[in-house]
Each structure stands twice: as C-alpha cells, then as structure tokens.
C-alpha cells in the first residue's frame, strides 16, 4: 500500500532535494502518515489536528516523539514562506494594487515593468493630456479682434523735449476688406505657400510642427510649423512674443477658431492683418505700399511677390531693410528667388497651370517707398535713423513690428536748431554754386553730412538728402561712399600708437619690437615712390609686379615730415607708413576709433589711402574721439524710449579709451596744421581752434570735409549719383559747380565752415590739450638724412611747410595715365564698389573702386589739396586710392 500512499509537497530549494542527516533533524518514521512532518506546512498540520479526538489524541502521542522532526518541518515552511527554499512553499504574500517593483520577480527583473503596466501608464497619460486639454480649452477664451488690432501714433521729441514728429500709426494704413475683394491668385499664393492643407486641417498641424521641430534639430531650414489659422491668431489677438505661454495659448484658441469660424473668414482674417512691411498691415495696404493699386486688381506675378513679404519683409522688399543683411540687392536677389518658388509651389499644388506659369517671366519689381508727408525735408531721415537704432539695439527689447505698432514716445538726441543749419548751409552753398539746368555735370549731385558730440557720441544733426519723401536714401548713414584721404589720422595714430615694425624681424612683432614715431618723422614725398615691405624688400602682387604710388599732380614733394605730408594730403609717405606699421594695425586703430567692420575696405596696401566708406555719422564719431583726447564713444541717436507713461528703455552712456591721450592729442595738433595752413585752410574763417581733413577719391567721384573742434565733430561729403536709376553708379564731378574738380577744400569744407559757424554761435571758444611728446624721429625708406643735411631740409623735416603756389597740375585731372592703360589686367576693367550703398549695392560694399584722394584745391585756394588723386577708370590694380602704375 505504500506506493498509494500520498507523497508530501515537494519544496522548491535546495533543502528538499538532500536527504536527512543524522544529527540533524529526525524525519518522521515511514509508516506514520500522521506525524506532522508528513504534510508540508503547519497550515496542513493544523489541518490534520482538527479531524477528531482519537487521532488528534494519537498525533500529539506521536509528535511528542518526534518534536525533532516537527521542529525541523515548521522551520522548512518557515524557509518556504521567505523565499520558497523550504520543503514547501508557504502562504503566497497579499497582492497590492500596484505591484511594483513586481513581487514575482527577483532581482533586477522586479523593476522591469510588465506589459499590463506599460499599457496602462500610456492609456493614463493620454487620459491626462485630454483631460487637460479639455479644460485648457474650457478656460481659455477667444480675445476680442477689435482691440487686439488697434494701433497708435509713436511721437518723437527732440533733444530739447519739445515736439518733433508724430509719425507711426497713419502710415501703417490698415485698410480692412471682404475676402471678395482679394484676387484669387493672392489667396492661392499665400497657401500654397504658407500652408498646403489649410481647408483639411482643423486649425493647427501637430505634422507640420513636428516637421519644423525635426529640421531645427537637425540643423536644417528654421520653420514655424504654424499654420494659416494660427498665424491668423497670433496676428489677431496675441502678440509676437515667443515664449511657451504664448504658443499654448495659440494653440488652443486655434482650434477654437478653427471650430467657429469658417476657413473663407479665417483666410481674410488672416490677410486682412498680416505685416507686409514699409508699414502695411493687410493686403489692401500693401497693395498701395509696393504697387499703387487696390488689392483687387493685383496680378499672380504681384500676388506671388507680396506673399513673400508676409514671411519675412525686412529681408524681402527690394528697397532694403535694416541691418546688413538687408541691403537692396540682397532683399532683390531673395525676393526673386522667393517669388519663383511661390509661382513653382502653385503650379504643384494645382492652383496655377503650367501654361499661365511659363507666361509669368518677368520679376514684378515694386515702386520705391513713398513717405507720408508729416516725413519730409530732414524729419524723415531723423525718424528713420532713431527707429533703426531703437530696432537694432538689442537692449531695447522693441522689435521693428512693435515699434510700428504705435504707442511710444521717443526722446532723441537731434538738436532742431543745429539740424536746421546744416540744411541751410548744404542749401546755400548747393544755391550758389549747383546749376543742373546750366550745366548736365551738375545733374544728381549729393550732400551728406553729421555731427557728433565729442566723448559722448550723441548725434546731433544730420544732412540726409533734400527730402526724405522723395530722396530715399539717408546720405548721413551708409551710402558705399569712399573717404579717401580723411581716413590718413587713422594711419598716423596707429604709427605713434603701435609703431614701426623692425626691419630686421618677423612680419608679426611685439610692442618691445616696434618703435612709435613722431610727427617729425621723415618720409620720402616724391611721386611715384616705389611701394615697399616693412623690411625693404619690393612689395609686388600676386603677379609679380610692383607699385609705384602716384601724387596729385604727380607732384614731387621730397623728403617731408608726416606732419607736412598730412598737411597737404601727400600719399606716397603715408602710403609707405601703412606697410611699416602693418595694414593690420591701421585697421584696428581706424575700429578703435569709431569705424564698423562692415564699411572697411579689404586690406591691401591702399588701405592707408582710405579706399573704405565710412558713413558721416560714424566718421564725425571718430575723429570726435581724437577731439575728446582718445575716449572713443559710441554714436547713439535716442536718448529713452516710454510707452503709458513708463521707460521702456534708456541710452546708457558707454565710452572707452581708445588711445592714449599723448596719441590723440598729437593727431589733433597735425590736423591743426591742414586747418591753419593745409589743404583745409578754409576752415580758418571759422575764427576759433579746429582741426581737420581733406579727402578726395579716385577720377572724382567724391570729396570730403571731416573737422572738429572740443565741442563739435562734423563730416560733410559730396558725390554723384542718379537714385531714381535701376542700377546706381557713382559719377564723376570733374566740372561740377564749374570747378575744374571737386575736392575736400571746395563745396564740402564751404559747408562744413559755414554750418560750424552758426552751430557754434554762443559757444566758448576752446583750445585744444597741448600734446605731450611722443615717439621717435624715424625715417622711412629713401629719406635717410645725409651726414651733412641742409638747413633747408632740417627746416622742412621739422616745421610746418608753407603753402605753395597752386600749380596747373594740382587744379585739375590732366596728370592721370592714359584711359588706354585701364584693362591691362583683367580686375581692371571692374567697375568695382561704386553702387550706391542703399540702392543696389551689397552692404559694406566691394571696395575695389578705383579710389584716389584729394584733388587738389582751385587756383587761389592757399596749397591746394594737393595729395592723393586718382588714375583714370581702373588703373589701380587694387581699384583704390591713389592711381600709380604698375610696372613688371
């Protein structure tokens, strides 16, 4: 019978497996199926105590003999109980509603979640995020359109706090109108363009963000993911402001839109008050901003145009934007390539035919900006000047679309009465001398001019054009106009500030290296000067051939001091001066002066000559840090900025030291000299202590006059340019005013004294800080002095040269090359860096223009400028300043 008998539970550990030892625990006798030991658990035991009276009696008579084996069986389901080792396993634990870490499992497994609890976390999560949802969109609520689209007026002051402009709000001109009255193509433009699936989608497109969020990520194309019902929103009732808050909130109430309102309605919405630029808001103002007609007569091509506007304007409207990005021919080229897109996209998404695509060839160029007329005369060139540096100072906080919106007072640095003289002294003098109906040389002549507070950098006043509403360019800012010889002080102050390199040493040398000159240093001023390295050698091109460096006049002054050749305008010793110390060096002290990177001139050795174009703002600015003793200070223009009664922003003066003083002090005692008996003599009649530079650039296309006294830094130029042409070009002036040529000491020094004169009116008379002693007397190569110098040539080494007589060569063009030589070389015949800067040419312009450098004064005029003129069209081979012929 005992095969029948009932085998016990089995553990699961070790234990159960080994048989019984001696000494250890007593198993139960065999034949006892009875003994508790023969059941594998006390549950079980106690199972058995309760089946009556005569067994229970004989199971406690057997287990008082074999206590040992029911010890050792209680504590095999002891071991059972914790972890299944016993002989038997014992009381399985109490589940808990979450099991985890999972009870089941051991080790590492306990904490790998099982599929049931994968499952119900995602079906809680998104149970979540509906249920948020659902009450986000409870919650949030659809803004009123009305008051979300109402627009102010910005009013400007004047330095003084009275009242200068109010300009803002009327020229923005939103002008609502019916989905009726927007053609078709328009409509198809936009969305295809914009957003493909605007009648499926239902308000926002989780695709679309993905798709933006992934390119951003990896490095593609930023995208806004949004769609047409969004930007509507986002136009409509938000503002622009990029934060998580904002874009939930467009979230939501899109979807809101998207359920309430019907895509037609939405499409106008959105048209209706989208930004195209040039202060239109909505498509009927557009249409008049950029083509003069209402919008219902706009062509697919002009349709395809605008709706590149709406992604971005500053950097899409041909007439340019602000930063130098946006230069005309860069927002041209964008734009054209945009509007091809555009017309493309309708055809694959069904809007356009293929047979009407092939018909739209042409780039529908829009007309220029038309001013509203509160912006005439100067205001309109002030009001722009303080937008773009409230816009592009990013302290501010005030973007360009916020600024248009309105609502903003803006205190500015312009005096109205300083602003107010330099108008009539460009009016006179242009009265007076200009005659376009007598003479056709005098057709499209241009004036611009600035002045900045010395040590502080405020703008004071600013000749941009005769009128803003009609002459769009500011002539005071950025045009691609050279300076030509007004930029030698930069050449000067890097010589005593960081010295002549050694000849001896490496091209790149320390400060213990270098030896800083004085303006008695001695350099060769004859003509045609051959060009060298700082250590002798004969500096050539990449082709092998050298420079000789021309005079106005081809005028050979011999051994000069830097102080006689600033004196008058000698281009041979300062060209020389550049290598010695490095072109580097002179553009670090032009920057530390006051110049920005984007208007310098590439770095070849006519640098010095002063082939970059600066604009009149930021050349009155730099050379007002010489005036202020080496404190360099920044331009600025807007002095705060209040919105409801608050300052939203202010102008926190900033200034640095750019130069020691002894450096700038003895710039300014040079520039003395030109004014006192130089080429700017003419500036003397201004009756008190001033200082400063001619400069004419090459074949006469333009001609300067920067000055300064302790309280005023002001630059006047002067050029040629047809604004109203398609493709502007800088024009000579030889004959204009019926002079000979144009050079810094006529037209532009005539302004500059007479303006000077009437702003300074009231004004203490200053000195300028007399200049501690600074450098070495060193000379340049060809100048050594022999053992037994002449007194003539120690007389002329250390004073100040008197003025000659002008001679014929000086007062006029005749001693340039033959034009024959021009296209020599193949980037000869380039007409390189002469597009008007702010209409047509590339920001920072190419600076390969053929650029020479004071003419040279009239007959009469005492000394003449008599440095740094021009060859003929493209006889320099670096196209800049100052014509010389390159030999092999």
């Given at each position: 019978m005992s095969e029948h008998r009932r085998k016990p539970p089995q553990g699961r550990g070790r234990r159960a497996a080994q048989p019984p030892s001696s000494g250890r625990r007593a198993a139960s006798p065999r034949g006892d199926t009875d003994s508790p030991a023969s059941y594998g658990s006390r549950a079980e035991a106690r199972k058995a105590a309760q089946r009556g009276g005569g067994r229970r009696r004989a199971a406690n008579a057997s287990a008082a003999s074999a206590a040992g084996a029911g010890a050792g069986a209680a504590a095999g389901g002891r071991a059972a109980a914790r972890g299944g080792r016993g002989r038997g396993r014992g009381e399985p634990p109490k589940k808990r509603f979450i099991d985890y870490p999972r009870s089941d499992k051991y080790g590492a497994r306990r904490w790998v979640p099982s599929w049931k609890q994968v499952l119900g976390s995602c079906l809680a999560f998104i149970g979540l995020i509906v249920g948020l949802s659902g009450i986000a969109l409870a919650l949030v609520q659809v803004p009123d359109p009305n008051k979300a689209t109402q627009q102010q007026k910005n009013v400007y002051y004047w330095a003084d706090g009275s009242q200068m402009v109010v300009a803002g709000g009327g020229e923005q001109n939103r002008q609502i109108v019916p989905l009726s009255q927007i053609p078709e193509s328009m409509q198809n433009a936009v969305i295809s363009a914009e957003n493909e699936t605007f009648y499926e989608d239902s308000g926002v497109d989780p695709m679309g963000i993905a798709r933006a969020v992934f390119k951003m990520a990896t490095g593609g194309e930023t995208q806004s993911g949004s769609t047409i019902t969004q930007q509507y929103v986002k136009n409509t009732y938000l503002d622009q402001s990029q934060t998580l808050t904002r874009k939930a909130k467009e979230l939501f109430i899109s979807i809101k839109v998207g359920w309430s309102e019907d895509k037609p309605d939405i499409l106008a919405g959105y048209l209706n008050t989208a930004y195209y630029g040039r202060g239109a808001y909505g498509i009927q103002a557009a249409a008049q901003a950029y083509y003069r007609k209402d919008s219902k007569d706009l062509t697919a091509s002009e349709s395809a145009f605008l709706s590149a506007t709406v992604n971005g304007p500053n950097l899409y409207d041909p007439a340019g934007g602000i930063g130098s990005a946006a230069t005309p021919a860069k927002n041209t080229k964008r734009a054209e390539a945009r509007w091809k897109w555009t017309l493309d996209r309708e055809v694959a998404t069904g809007a356009l035919s293929k047979a009407d695509r092939a018909k739209i060839t042409e780039f529908p160029m829009p007309k220029q900006p038309k001013k509203s007329m509160e912006l005439k005369g100067q205001t309109g060139y002030l009001v722009d000047l303080a937008n773009n540096y409230i816009t592009n100072n990013p302290e501010s906080g005030i973007t360009d679309r916020q600024l248009k919106q309105g609502g903003y007072k803006i205190h500015t640095t312009f005096d109205k009465k300083q602003t107010s003289q330099m108008e009539k002294a460009v009016a006179k003098v242009k009265k007076e001398n200009i005659d376009p109906e007598k003479r056709d040389v005098d057709k499209y002549v241009q004036f611009g001019g600035a002045s900045v507070k010395p040590g502080d950098g405020a703008i004071t006043a600013i000749y941009g054009g005769e009128d803003a509403t009609t002459h769009f360019t500011n002539n005071a800012d950025y045009t691609g106009v050279q300076v030509g010889s007004t930029f030698k002080p930069f050449v000067l102050a890097a010589a005593m500030r960081d010295g002549v390199r050694d000849p001896s040493g490496p091209e790149t040398q320390p400060a213990s290296m270098r030896t800083p000159v004085s303006p008695k240093s001695v350099y060769n001023g004859n003509n045609k000067v051959k060009l060298l390295n700082y250590n002798g050698t004969t500096w050539r091109d990449k082709d092998g051939g050298e420079w000789l460096q021309r005079n106005d006049g081809d005028e050979n002054k011999g051994r000069v001091s830097l102080r006689t050749a600033m004196q008058f305008s000698v281009n041979t010793p300062y060209i020389q001066l550049g290598m010695d110390v490095g072109i580097d060096k002179v553009k670090q002290a032009s920057l530390d002066a006051g110049l920005n990177?984007?208007?310098?001139?590439?770095?070849?050795?006519?640098?010095?000559?002063?082939?970059?174009?600066?604009?009149?703002?930021?050349?009155?600015?730099?050379?007002?840090?010489?005036?202020?003793?080496?404190?360099?200070?920044?331009?600025?223009?807007?002095?705060?900025?209040?919105?409801?009664?608050?300052?939203?922003?202010?102008?926190?003066?900033?200034?640095?030291?750019?130069?020691?003083?002894?450096?700038?002090?003895?710039?300014?005692?040079?520039?003395?000299?030109?004014?006192?008996?130089?080429?700017?003599?003419?500036?003397k009649a201004l009756g008190r202590p001033a200082a400063g530079k001619t400069g004419t650039t090459d074949d006469n296309k333009s001609a300067w006059f920067t000055g300064y006294t302790p309280q005023m830094s002001t630059a006047i130029g002067m050029w040629r340019v047809n604004d109203k042409a398609k493709v502007q070009k800088f024009k000579k002036m030889y004959g204009v005013g019926g002079e000979d040529s144009i050079h810094g000491a006529s037209f532009p020094?005539?302004?500059?004294?007479?303006?000077?004169k009437d702003a300074l009116k009231g004004q203490p008379v200053k000195d300028f800080p007399t200049p501690a002693p600074i450098g070495e007397k060193v000379y340049g190569d060809?100048?050594?002095?022999?053992?037994?110098?002449?007194?003539?040539?120690?007389?002329?080494?250390?004073?100040?040269?008197?003025?000659?007589?002008?001679?014929?060569s000086e007062t006029s063009p005749s001693g340039s090359p033959d034009p024959s030589e021009s296209c020599k070389y193949p980037w000869d015949c380039q007409d390189e860096g002469q597009t008007s800067g702010n209409e047509g040419t590339d920001q920072g312009t190419d600076q390969g223009t053929d650029q020479g450098s004071d003419q040279g004064s009239t007959a009469g005029d005492s000394g003449g400028d008599t440095g740094d003129t021009g060859d003929t069209d493209g006889n320099s081979i670096f196209g800049q300043n100052g014509s010389a012929r390159r030999e092999e």
């Open positions: 990177e984007d208007s310098l001139a590439r770095t070849t050795p006519t640098f010095s000559l002063g082939t970059s174009a600066p604009s009149a703002i930021r050349m009155a600015g730099a050379y007002g840090t010489f005036a202020k003793s080496g404190i360099q200070a920044e331009p600025y223009s807007v002095n705060k900025v209040e919105q409801d009664g608050v300052v939203k922003w202010k102008h926190e003066k900033k200034t640095e030291s750019a130069f020691d003083s002894a450096v700038a002090d003895n710039v300014t005692d040079v520039l003395e000299t030109v004014v006192k008996d130089g080429t700017g003599s003419k500036a020094a005539d302004i500059w004294t007479l303006y000077m060809g100048a050594s002095p022999s053992p037994t110098p002449t007194p003539t040539e120690t007389e002329e080494e250390e004073e100040p040269s008197k003025s000659p007589t002008p001679t014929e």
